[in-house]
């Protein structure tokens, strides 16, 4: 330990704040560009609803149709300086654009943990965070935007290229995946002739496919039909859902991907 002979200082001590400073900061950041994402997000989920292109034109409200300023698009700040409303209008603003930023913030700082390098990070982040803006519109809309679903595509066919990879398990695993739950809508549909799963629950398992590989989807597919099925009888006992009722599939999906993900990462 080394100390200045007539100012005694404990680098070791400085040099441990400054790692963890540096720590701290990092995961600040990760949090706002992961709010970011979450921001457009809900641009995502909104503009797909009413066929809007997701480009253009810039942001407006909803109700009055004015654009938004910079100042008043800052991720979950603005949402709670508005206390959710429009500043020209006073219109409501949805509450999906709070929750999905508020949730991509915390998804950016978990897959630092998760990742070894930035490129994975990247993967990883832009892999969950598809998954969970097409989860968070299938709760409000039940309706699963397919540009989000195709960022997450787009990451689990990168992660192709990581090491331990293997290319007949990624389109083993996209054939389970999405032929398992394709094969349940088909059947589903001649037995009582009406829907049991929705083309966005299909899609959504592709790149979950691509990404876990086959035997990854296989726990997807058990935990997902568990909690699902489990949610969907207390929402029945406690008088909250209808027996015809639907439930929405992909935050299942979503939370079975994550907990796959942790179990075949930890063990």
């Known amino acids: 330990m080394f100390k200045f002979e007539f100012f005694p200082f404990d680098f070791n001590f400085f040099s441990s704040f400054l790692y963890s400073s540096y720590h701290f900061i990092f995961y600040i950041f990760s949090f706002l560009w992961g709010a970011v994402w979450g921001s457009f997000g809900g641009t995502i989920i909104y503009r797909s609803k009413e066929g809007i292109s997701i480009l253009s034109p810039s942001s407006f409200c909803p ?40 949730l991509s913030g915390v998804l950016a700082v978990s897959c630092v943990f998760f990742s070894g390098s930035f490129i994975e990070f990247l993967v990883n982040f832009l892999f969950f965070w598809g998954l969970l803006t097409g989860a968070i519109s299938d709760i409000f809309y039940m309706a699963v935007p397919l540009p989000a679903i195709l960022f997450s595509t787009f990451a689990s066919f990168a992660s192709i290229f990581f090491p331990n990879r293997n290319i007949l398990d990624v389109f083993g695993g996209i054939i389970f995946a999405a032929g398992t739950l394709f094969a349940i809508k088909f059947l589903y549909k001649i037995v009582r002739k009406k829907e049991g799963l929705g083309e966005g629950d299909i899609i959504s398992m592709i790149p979950v496919g691509a990404f876990l590989g086959f035997f990854g989807s296989i726990y997807v597919f058990i935990i997902s039909s568990f909690l699902g099925g489990l949610v969907a009888f207390v929402l029945s006992l406690l008088g909250l859902k209808g027996k015809d009722d639907p439930l929405p599939f992909v935050p299942f999906i979503f939370v079975g991907t994550l907990m796959t993900f942790l179990i075949l990462r930890f063990t």
Do not use: Q, T
């Open 63 to 102: 109700k009055c149709k004015n654009p938004i300023a910079w100042k008043h698009k800052i991720p979950i700040l603005s949402y709670i300086a508005l206390r959710g409303r429009c500043v020209y209008c006073g219109g409501k603003i949805s509450p999906i654009y709070f929750i999905l930023e508020f």
